[in-house]
């Protein structure tokens, strides 16, 4: 019988290891692992490359790993917020390496890695500092910049429902990046507010099939401040 | 002359989405035009974090963590609203799909150069967001801003100094003095303010200004 589903935040982190690239979902708050980033702070990896949105905020969740200084180097869109204070003070002590991508990239990137594209053309960036380097082309007359595939070793993800096979369903806005990070990291790793039971999902409208994921953990219905 | 409030200036973009848009509104400045669009069309709000059809902020006590806008606000879903994935999202975005973005900005070019992400300060921590795929994606791409900085110097200008966001990207800015085309002719004022000449936007502004053919009385 395939099921995999762990029974602990613990199992679910087991061999994350140094120097690892691991891909965490959210934008900001919401879609956030938060119950798979403490566990990963208490697993104790360390020099990874992190990819997300943004780069913390407050002192809880992506900002605690960061605070932990476990985090060698993080692929981002937004990183200066209101309250990415942590982040900020490791940028300006030389102590965390950032890789600036227009939003829209990242994400391309991120799902061109689980699709198996090599790269691509896009006209974001082009002409900008962000795509300072790259190659160029001239396509139908129109400008484009070379974006290559982001790989990731594990992708930590938020979603709403799973069964045992991995298939998800998400929660409204806390989707974003969840679906492509789960298909371009080997080792998806989701959290889940419920597991249920095969076939309880509505195979129209699962979101992330169960071959994009190998390891769903849950953690119940306290996490959601308000409810539905 | 009488400048435009900051509403008055989101009233004045409003005014000119059409019924059926798709409209990404930026953070900042631009969201204040959600408060003016008419209520008797039907216009879809696109935000970059995952929806279509953005209603407006729940009453307090409703907000849900998890329904947010790309300020990372709390918003709500209009019935027929639907969520989908970041590279869904930006798909939309970048392939054209969006009839409307509207945009604040540091400077615009008489080319229609956008800066409007990053100061390139030394002391600056960069962050750009959906600022590039907006800029280069949508069918119609506004700039929303105040006509000149604090210390009176044109935020429109020959040539963007502060870092790029796109080139030759933007098609009409809104000032509280004016909205001007850019044209492949250059710069076209379509409206003045009450009381403002058009050679005193002129004097103000530093860049060249024509007029646009069906806009301003001769």
Known sequence: MIDKTVPSLEAAVAGVF????VMIGGFGAAGQPTELIDALIDQGAKD???????????????AALLKARRVRRIICSFPRQVDSQVFDALYRAGDIELELVPQGNLAERIRAAGAGIGGFFTPTGYGTLLAEGKETRVIDGRHYVLEHPIHADFALVKALKGDRWGNLVYRK??????????????????????????????????????????RVVAIGHAARAVAA | MKRLTRDQIAARVARDIQEGAYVNLGIGLPTLVANHLPKDREIFLHSENGLLGMGPAPAAGQEDPDLINAGKQPVTLLTGGCFFHHADSFAMMRGGHLDVCVLGAFQVSVTGDLANWHTGGPDAIPAVGGAMDLAIGAKQVYVMMEHQTKS??????????????????????????????????????????DDLSFEELQRLTGVPLGRAAEALPA
Do not use: H, W
């Open chain 1, 173 to 214: 806005t806390g989707r974003n990046f969840g679906p492509i990070m789960a298909s371009a990291a080997k080792c998806a790793i989701v959290q889940v507010e419920e597991i249920v039971p095969l076939g309880a999902l509505d195979p129209e409208i699962v979101v992330t099939p169960g071959i994009f994921v190998q």
């Open chain 2, 152 to 193: 009176g110097e044109s935020k429109i200008v020959e040539r963007c100094t502060y870092p790029l966001t796109g080139i030759g990207c933007v098609n009409r800015i809104y000032t509280d003095l004016a909205v001007i085309d850019v044209t492949p002719q250059g710069l076209k004022v379509v409206e003045c303010v």
């Open chain 1, 48 to 62: 990874l490359t992190i990819v997300n949105n943004n780069a913390g905020n407050g002192e809880t969740g992506l």
């Open chain 1, 18 to 21: 140094d120097g690892a690239t």
